[in-house]
């Protein structure tokens, strides 16, 4: 870490690691699609829809494939800081933590072997409130 809030993706190996260890459990019986909720899977939304605002309606239930979410980070990790929270659809003070949130993203669809991600405006609270 460089800086607080700032991690070094170049250096991402031991990162890699880490989810790789977290996640280490056999996911062949998933379906190859994962379903996101939070900061960074809506604000990767927000950004493929280069919204100026958040739009709920748009937002929940968005599909984006990993070719995307790998696009987006592509995208994000050659800019610095400021540029960053200049980016259509991020809002400013996400700019310094977006990019490990994406490489984590991206290392778990690896993992899990999803081809996609379907966004979810709803909390994982209302989730827990369905299932009982």
């Not at 400021?82 to 933590?97: C, M």
């Amino acid at each position: 870490m460089t800086r607080r809030g700032v991690i070094d993706i170049g250096k991402n190996s031991v990162m890699k690691w880490h989810i790789q260890c977290i996640l280490k459990y056999d996911y062949s019986d998933c379906f190859g699609c994962l379903i996101g909720t939070g900061g960074t899977v809506t604000s990767l939304a927000v950004i493929d829809l280069e919204l100026e605002l958040y739009e709920q309606n748009k937002i929940h239930g968005y599909k984006l494939s990993q070719r995307r979410v790998l696009s987006i980070f592509n995208r994000l990790k050659v800019m610095s800081l400021d540029e960053r929270k200049n980016v259509k659809g991020l809002q400013p003070e996400r700019a310094d933590i977006i990019l490990p949130g994406i490489y984590i993203l991206i290392v778990a669809m690896d993992i899990i072997g999803a081809s996609e991600i379907v966004v979810s405006d709803k909390d994982i609270l209302e989730g827990l409130l369905l299932a009982r």
